[in-house]
């Protein structure tokens, strides 16, 4: 990438809007660009931080993964996204694994660049901390998720929330073994909560798409358990 087209990037970033073409610049030229292809790991969980990475194009997912192999999907990272604040500002190793789920560029801002910045311009440390809270703030309700919900209840919010005038578009990399990460379960469930769903008629399962045939139906699963 040029250097006009990395600062046409950062200045699209929440964290870096507010700063000076000078300070963009400085990031600019204290940036790595790298390729990943679908697989890939852009770093694992133990390894050191390298620095907060920004997506140019291409999906990835932070993962939490047990001794036993066992996946959790903490989040879903798109183009114009951030991650690995949590390793950038602890100083420390990186605290998940983040894997391409198909071609990736990204744009890592080295640590100790974005640390110097951060000193500098309040703003910027302003936004990472708000951005971190957020963060939290779904962690929570993660955890509540996996603690008080049935799989059946979090697959029903899952697509109630992922939906677009009842149709959620599948990428490929969509597959129910990834949804069921990322809901926290296992295949074998997920694979039998969607057959329910479907045979109660509130879902139509297609290939690159799942249609919602009835939402208030959904919506009664999803929140069965509060």
């Excluded at 300070?23 to 770093?43: D, M, R, S, V, W």
């Excluded at 295949?187 to 039998?192: E, G, K, Q």
């Amino acid at each position: 990438m040029s250097e006009e087209e990395i600062l046409k990037l950062l200045s699209k970033i929440s964290y870096f809007s507010e700063l000076d073409t000078s300070a963009l610049k400085h990031i600019a030229t204290a940036t790595i660009e790298q390729n990943y292809e679908a697989g890939q790991y852009t770093f694992m969980k133990g390894e050191p931080c390298v620095g907060l990475y920004i997506v140019k194009n291409g999906w990835l997912r932070a993962v939490r993964i047990s001794s036993a192999g066992r996946e959790q999907v903490i989040r879903f990272v798109g183009p114009g996204e951030v991650f690995n604040e949590v390793g950038v500002l602890t100083g420390g190793t990186n605290m998940i694994s983040v894997e391409a789920l198909e071609p990736v560029k990204v744009l890592i801002v080295q640590r100790k660049v974005l640390l110097s910045l951060v000193d500098k311009h309040p703003s910027l440390a302003k936004s990472i901390i708000e951005n971190l809270a957020r963060r939290v703030l779904y962690a929570m309700n993660l955890v509540t998720d996996l603690s008080l919900h049935s799989v059946e209840s979090r697959l029903a919010h899952f697509l109630l929330e992922e939906a677009d005038k009842n149709v959620i578009y599948r990428k490929k990399w969509a597959t129910q073994a990834v949804i069921a990460a990322r809901i926290g379960t296992v295949p074998v469930v997920i694979n039998r909560a969607f057959r329910s769903f479907t045979e109660d008629n509130l879902i139509e399962l297609e290939r690159e798409k799942i249609l919602i045939l009835d939402h208030v139906g959904l919506e009664k699963i999803a929140f069965s358990n509060e």
